[in-house]
């Protein structure tokens, strides 16, 4: 995008401009999306904790909960890209990459192996190791960049 904010061309500006428009528009949606999100983890909490025996939550009440909590945890983290992306006009990939690794963190967390293949889980290890050897490596080389300047 750099090279776009460079140039003197009329419809490649007002292009820039509808285009950071529209993510600002993202971003008011996400943050209503992330307090919607927060409502909806109280009323579930609060609905398994009135339900019978009082007070008490099932290990599969826990783990809907926690597949709630982190549900609206990435919704922050696409909000914080919005954000970034907003104030620097770059797609920061080592975030994109966090992202995607907490979005499957929530899979495995919520995953019901009585319900689910050996398929499944071999594919769901495969994209996991796979998100983490990018990040990894993303990582690895900023940090090597970094020290060479």
């Known amino acids: 995008m750099d090279d776009l904010g460079n140039t003197k061309e009329p419809l490649i500006q007002w292009l820039r401009k509808v285009i950071h428009m529209a993510v600002r528009i993202l971003a008011i949606l996400m943050t ?3 307090l919607w999100g927060v409502a909806d983890v109280f009323w579930v909490l609060y609905q398994k904790l009135i339900e019978p025996p009082f ?4 290990i599969n009440d826990i783990l809907a909960t926690f597949g709630a909590f982190m549900a609206v945890l990435i919704a922050i983290e696409i909000l914080v890209n919005i954000v970034i992306y907003l104030r620097d006009d770059v797609i ?3 975030i994109v990459l966090a992202t995607a690794l907490m979005a499957i963190a929530r899979k495995v967390i919520i995953m019901d192996f009585d319900k689910i293949s050996a398929d499944y889980v071999w594919a769901t290890a495969g994209v996991t190791l796979a998100m ?6 993303v990582v690895y080389y900023t940090e090597q960049k970094a020290g060479k300047e």
Not at 55 to 58: E, I, V
Not at 132 to 137: D, F, K, R, S, V
């Open 132 to 137: 983490a050897i990018a990040y990894w490596l």
């Open 55 to 58: 007070l008490m939550l099932t």
């Open 92 to 94: 920061h990939v080592k």
């Open 32 to 34: 209503v999306v992330i």
